[in-house]
């Protein structure tokens, strides 16, 4: 078997799990056994690609674990052609997993030098309907908004950036962990109801760019 065809194997071992761990979002999953998430993590860490952990990826911040980046997209519940904003696009596997699933994406990252290799890896893997933007999450994209779906990618103290809540569609859902001292619980906010999902580790989201 070739190295290419071994990861693919190995991505569909990460599908099967990720339906046992309760994950049913059928486009999540095709693109969970599609995106190569070797090609999103430190060359040195590439054999650990397709365990379910997250990675450092340098400058402090990670690469969330596969199965809480498939957990945030389904819990959007938003359509095939979604227009999709991403807080924190860090490796940009998220971007790319949310790419294959929804219609486009918009991704932030305050990092500029993590920005630049997102925007590298997600070419190579094919991604061409996400914009790689640098800069403060906080704010989102008003230009680009309304959208369909938000998802925060680093925990936000007690409550979600307004600038986001105002860029929702009507209907639409932002998906956000909030908590302190990396741990919390993911929240889905739609129609101003806001619903506890899951407890969560995530490093914080931090205002302005570097
Ligand atoms: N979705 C990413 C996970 C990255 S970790 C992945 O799949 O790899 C969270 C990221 O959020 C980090 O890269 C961090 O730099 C970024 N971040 C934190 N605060 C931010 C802010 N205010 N605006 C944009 N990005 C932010």
Do not use: K, W
């Not at 339906?19 to 040195?44: C, K, N, Q, T, Y």
């Not at 500029?112 to 403060?136: F, K, M, P, Q, S």
């Not at 600038?163 to 929702?168: F, Y």
Request: with cysteine.
């Amino acid at each position: 078997m070739s190295p290419r065809e071994d990861r693919a194997a190995e991505r569909a071992a990460l599908v099967e799990r990720m339906r046992g761990h309760g994950i049913a979002d059928e486009r999540v999953l095709a693109a969970i056994g599609e995106v190569p998430r070797e090609r999103f993590v430190p060359a040195d860490a590439a054999a650990l690609a397709y365990e379910d952990a997250p990675l450092a990826i340098g400058l402090g911040q990670t690469i969330s674990a596969p199965l809480i980046v498939a957990f945030s997209a389904a819990a959007l519940q938003a359509g095939p052609d979604a227009h999709v904003l991403e807080i924190g696009t860090g490796s940009g596997y998220g971007a790319a997993v949310l790419a294959r699933s929804h219609g486009s994406v918009v991704t932030v990252e305050r990092h500029g030098e993590l920005a630049d290799r997102a925007r590298a890896a997600l070419a190579d893997a094919g991604c061409d309907n996400v914009e790689v933007r640098t800069g403060d999450g906080f704010l989102g994209a008003a230009d680009r908004a309304p959208f369909d779906g938000i998802v925060v990618t680093a925990m936000a103290e007690a409550e979600p950036p307004p600038a986001l809540l105002e860029q929702l569609a009507p209907g639409a859902a932002l998906v956000c962990p909030v908590g302190h001292g990396g741990r919390g619980v993911l929240m889905r906010y739609r129609d101003r109801r806001a619903e506890e999902l899951v407890e969560v580790a995530f490093v914080p989201l931090v205002p302005g760019s570097p």
